[in-house]
T-cell receptor, first 114, second 116 residues
């Protein structure tokens, strides 16, 4: 079982729709959860982080965390063609320098159709 | 403010040769990380520096890989001798937080290494 799992996609949504990206993780001790967006050939760019159960909203993006189910998701409202990219889910094991590394999923390719 | 900068952006070398990748973190960031993505796989952690000290090198694949961060500024990652399976994109990231909470790691654009 992979430590962080994502559906590789592609996930195709029409412009203006809600895109829903999902991620599960295996380590119950995980404390912090990140969503990165990566355009082809570019660096991963952080869009959201969350570490408390529930929802966290930032503009068109909402991150949702359910630690009991070991599940984190990213919703993108009013999807735009410019949102088309690979979305990477990453998990940090805990606090403290020794566990500061990020564990990534393989990413979900999102394609927003005009 | 300059972001994380990596050199070169692309390197093609023959099996058995040596390659050195360089990362310049954001100024003032104590934490520097190296990650690697091989074709079709997820981005994987290699190691973590706090200033000039190796905090965690659990992801380094073998002793052909050597990372240094002299003076706690830029870092180099040397592969010697390179093997075909070392091909991939090597990312560097830096963050200002010494390790508490959900600190943001800023990534460079990566060095695409191709070993032929």
């Amino acid at each position: 079982q992979k430590e962080v799992e994502q559906n590789s996609g592609p996930l195709s949504v029409p412009e203006g729709a809600i895109a829903s990206l999902n991620c599960t993780y295996s380590d119950r001790g995980s404390q912090s959860f990140f969503w990165y967006r990566q355009y082809s050939g570019k660096s991963p760019e952080l869009i959201m982080f969350i570490y408390s159960n529930g929802d966290k909203e930032d503009g068109r993006f909402t991150a949702q965390l359910n630690k009991a189910s070991q599940y984190v998701s990213l919703l993108i409202r009013d999807s735009q063609p410019s949102d088309s990219a690979t979305y990477l889910c990453a998990v940090k094991a805990g606090y403290g320098g020794a566990t500061n590394k990020l564990i990534f999923g393989t990413g979900t390719l999102l394609a927003v159709q005009p | 403010e300059a972001g994380v900068t990596q050199f070169p952006s692309h390197s093609v070398i023959e099996k058995g040769q040596t390659v050195t990748l360089r990362c310049d973190p954001i100024s003032g960031h104590d934490n520097l990380y190296w990650y690697r993505r091989v074709m079709g796989k997820e981005i994987k952690f290699l190691l973590h520096f706090v200033k000039e000290s190796k905090q965690d090198e659990s992801g380094m694949p073998n002793n052909r890989f050597l990372a240094e961060r002299t003076g706690g500024t830029y870092s180099t990652l040397k592969v010697q001798p390179a093997e075909l399976e070392d091909s991939g994109v090597y990312f560097c990231a830096s963050s200002p937080d010494p390790g508490q909470g959900a600190s943001e790691a800023f990534f460079g654009q990566g060095t695409r290494l191709t070993v032929v």
